[in-house]
């Protein structure tokens, strides 16, 4: 695995990837509303105070949610909104990367700050909950040193009770009608709730591979036999080909950071491919590897391999590989259209 990961650092950047500066500039507050009124009643004064201030106003969520905003300001052009595809994506890495390009745009423009009233798409299934769950802890340490102040909004109406759960432990404030609080007494701290997540069960690891290499020798001969496998399911080249270089990044950092042996196992089902690649290291725990480089802007010093994967994967999921609490292996799957 990726030495990086190992120490279990985490550089979330100053001018993109590296280590935050002294201070925090990125608020986190969430919204629970029930109805258009309170949703309202809240967002509008926080975009509105923010251009009062010299500083930039986004709006970044559901069709619905955004019209009914753009509404409420009375089309103020000020007011960006932007799709909330264009800003969330399809997985979370790419997410904060989309957040902290938009904060150095503005700052280069001379905006101090920027406000965004964001909601996050969760997805249609558990396992989606799960990976945006742990994006909304997340990002308060890897947003830590952006000029951003985002106020999340979750739908009471719409939304099951464990996102409504989650929202009220990855946010260390909340927006109580027009009065934040000052702190948050249902908030955990990041590196405490990414850790207390699940490692979801996969029933296909209950099956019979279609491809199993116990101790990886030959790395060519590897690919190529993952490649042939992928060729015979459902997935198009360039899914194939996202797919082989995460497989590709987590098999090299098995063999240059962790301990033999070195193992591979593949399934293909109709609807997914799922990859695990297992090493006999020690166990490290990081709860943010994966959302930056390891060595931050200096691209040269490697350390993507865990953060391409986040990018190029619908799950990445890390989780200890032996039975006696030795070894490490990092469980990859992507979705099949």
Not at 136 to 158: H, K, M, Y
């Amino acid at each position: 695995m990726d030495d990086h990961r190992r120490r279990g650092e985490f550089d979330v950047g100053e001018q993109g990837t590296g280590r935050p500066r002294p201070g925090r500039e990125y608020l986190h507050d969430a919204l629970l509303f029930d109805d258009d009124q309170r949703l309202t009643e809240v967002a509008v004064p926080f975009l509105l105070e923010g251009l009062a201030a010299g500083e930039a106003a986004v709006v970044a969520t559901t069709p619905r949610t955004a019209g009914t905003l753009r509404a409420a300001v009375g089309d103020d052009p000020r007011v960006h909104v932007l799709e909330r595809h264009e800003v969330y994506r399809a997985r979370t890495p790419t997410a904060i990367t989309t957040f902290r390009r938009l904060a150095e745009q503005h700052r280069a423009e001379g905006v101090r700050r920027v406000r965004v009233v964001g909601e996050v798409g969760f997805g249609t299934t558990e396992r989606d909950w799960l990976e945006w769950m742990r994006y909304e802890s997340v990002i308060n340490e890897a947003l830590a040193a952006w000029p951003l102040w985002g106020l999340c909004v979750f739908d009471t109406q719409r939304l099951p009770q464990p996102l409504l759960d989650s929202a009220l432990a990855t946010h260390p404030h909340l927006v109580d009608g027009a009065r934040r609080r000052g702190h948050n007494p249902g908030f955990v701290e990041p590196v405490d709730y990414v850790r207390s997540l699940p490692v979801p069960p996969e029933p296909l690891e209950a099956t019979t591979p279609a491809l199993h290499a116990p101790d990886v020798a030959d790395f060519a001969g590897l690919r190529h036999a993952v490649a042939a496998e992928l060729s015979a399911s459902r997935a198009g080249p360039d899914l194939v080909e996202d797919f082989l270089l995460a497989v590709d990044e987590m098999v090299s950092n098995a063999v240059r950071h962790g301990l033999p042996p070195v193992s591979l196992r593949l399934w293909t089902s109709a609807d997914r491919i799922v990859c695990t690649i297992g090493d006999g290291g020690p166990v490290w725990d990081d709860p943010f590897a994966g959302y930056g480089p390891a060595h931050g802007d200096d691209l040269s010093r490697g350390g993507m391999g865990l953060w391409l994967a986040r990018q190029l994967c619908d799950h990445v999921d890390i989780s200890t590989a032996g039975d006696g609490g030795t070894g490490v292996e990092v469980r990859l799957t992507v979705r099949l259209p």
